[in-house]
C-alpha cells in the first residue's frame, strides 16, 4: 500500500500560482489512480483532480477546471497539482489519494473511489 506525503501548500495572494505535490513510498505508483481532493470545515471532502494509472484521462471538479492542472511522474513516484489564477474559494486543506482500481475512464474523481490518503496540507488564499 501507498503511503502517501503532501508538500507545498501555504498562503497565496489571490490571482497567484501554487504548485501541490505528493510523494509516494512503499511501491511504485505507476498502476494507481491519482486524485487530488479538497476539504474545508464543515463540509464534504470534494474532488480536485483525478489523473487515470498511465495519464490518459485527467478529470477536474469544480470550480478548479480551466485553472488546475494535475500531473504525475512515475519515474519520481510523485503526482502534482498545479493551482493558477486562485480565489478564495480554494482555501482548504489538499489530500491526494490513489487507488488500484481506475474509475476516471468514466469522468469520476470521487473520494470514494481511494482507499489510500495522504495527511494533507494547507493552501490559505489571503490577500
Known amino acids: 500500500q501507498l503511503l502517501l506525503v503532501e508538500s507545498g501548500g501555504g498562503l497565496v495572494q489571490p490571482g497567484g500560482s501554487l504548485r501541490l505535490s505528493c510523494a509516494a513510498s512503499g511501491a511504485s505508483m505507476y498502476a494507481y489512480a491519482l486524485g487530488w481532493f479538497r476539504q474545508v470545515p464543515g463540509r464534504e471532502r470534494e474532488g480536485v483532480a483525478c489523473i487515470s494509472f498511465d495519464g490518459a484521462y485527467t478529470n477536474y471538479g469544480g470550480s478548479g477546471e480551466g485553472r488546475f492542472t494535475i500531473s504525475r511522474d512515475d519515474a519520481k513516484n510523485t503526482v502534482y497539482l498545479q493551482l493558477e489564477n486562485v480565489n478564495f474559494g480554494d482555501s482548504g486543506t489538499y489530500y491526494c489519494?490513489?487507488?488500484?482500481?481506475?474509475?476516471?475512464?468514466?469522468?469520476?474523481?470521487?473520494?470514494?473511489?481511494?482507499?489510500?490518503w495522504g495527511r494533507g496540507t494547507q493552501v490559505t488564499v489571503s490577500s
Open positions: 489519494a490513489a487507488d488500484l482500481a481506475d474509475y476516471t475512464r468514466k469522468g469520476w474523481c470521487r473520494s470514494s473511489d481511494f482507499r489510500s
